[in-house]
């Protein structure tokens, strides 16, 4: 044997022996590996389940998103239309804003020319004012002066109302003073001539009818038919100054009836005759006499 094989053999001894070395530790290890390797696949089954599982729930999550973000995108929606109405009526608000601001400038405008004018209408009150107080007085110094202008005025109609019924007295008296006359000039006639003269001078006068100096004035209360003549009683008598052959003018209201002279006296009445008569006595009538 060469040394050459020698040398051979002895190398592949030692590589025997290194192989078994590295084999022996290689096997261990991979036998070390296949556990981890089956323990790494039990791990990656796992892990895959784990990930199906996570993909489920991962999935589930999305599904849950995309829900919420359509609710999200539909309340966005209704946001966005909120907000642009909102913006719509802060436009209109605005615009409307602006407008009343013009109006407000318009009546501050007009509130300072009613301000000038106020103020002129005051100094034109108080100069009316004034006139007004100036004109009242002047009207109740005249409504005053018109007052005694009435008074005045009711009095002067007083005394006109007055003066007529005189003057209609007057009248009357003169009708009856004419009737007297005509009746005396038929007396007189009758009386003899040595009389005439006595009764011309006024030396025998007792028996003539007389007129008092001071008014009497009464009322007719009872009336009487008699031999064709009209008996009077009134309700005065001596005490108010009445005495016999005192002649009264009868009335009715402004209407003359005619002449009553009185015969008998009594204390608070009297009673006479119609001499001169223009109607029916009534009782109420008015009765005067005295001067005119």
Do not use: C
């Not at 006139?131 to 009242?136: G, I, N, Q």
């Not at 004035?217 to 005192?246: C, F, N, P, Y």
């Amino acid at each position: 044997m060469s040394s050459l094989t020698k040398a051979f053999v002895v190398l592949v001894t030692v590589l025997s022996v290194l192989l078994v070395a590295l084999v022996v530790p290689y096997v261990a290890k991979t036998e070390d590996l296949s556990g981890q390797i089956d323990q790494l696949s039990g791990q990656k089954i796992a892990a895959e389940e784990l990930a199906r599982s996570a993909q489920q729930e991962v999935s589930a999550a999305q599904e849950r998103a995309s829900e919420q973000s359509a609710l999200l995108n539909q309340q966005v929606s209704n946001l966005t239309q909120e907000v642009i109405r909102l913006q719509t009526e802060a436009d209109d608000a605005r615009a409307l804003a602006l407008q009343e601001q013009r109006k407000l400038s318009r009546l501050e405008a007009e509130l300072s020319r009613l301000s000038a004018a106020a103020v002129q209408d005051s100094q034109l009150l108080s100069a009316t004012t004034a006139d007004l107080k100036e004109t009242r007085q002047s009207l109740v110094d005249a409504q005053t002066k018109l007052v005694q202008l009435g008074d005045r005025n009711n009095e002067l109609e007083s005394q006109r109302d007055s003066l007529n019924r005189q003057v209609n007295r007057i009248g009357e008296k003169m009708v009856s003073l004419e009737q007297d006359n005509v009746t005396l000039r038929g007396v007189l006639a009758r009386v003899p001539e040595q009389y005439r003269a006595e009764l011309s001078t006024g030396q025998q006068t007792q028996d003539v009818p007389f007129t008092p100096a001071s008014p009497i004035a009464g009322r007719v209360t009872d009336v009487k038919l008699a031999a064709g003549s009209q008996l009077v009683q009134v309700d005065i008598g001596s005490k108010d100054g009445v005495q016999e052959q005192m002649k009264f003018l009868v009335h009715r209201d402004d209407q003359y009836i005619g002449t009553f002279v009185v015969d008998r006296v009594e204390s608070a009445a009297s009673a006479g005759r119609m001499v001169l008569s223009r109607g029916q006595v009534q009782s109420g009538d008015s009765i005067y006499t005295g001067p005119y």
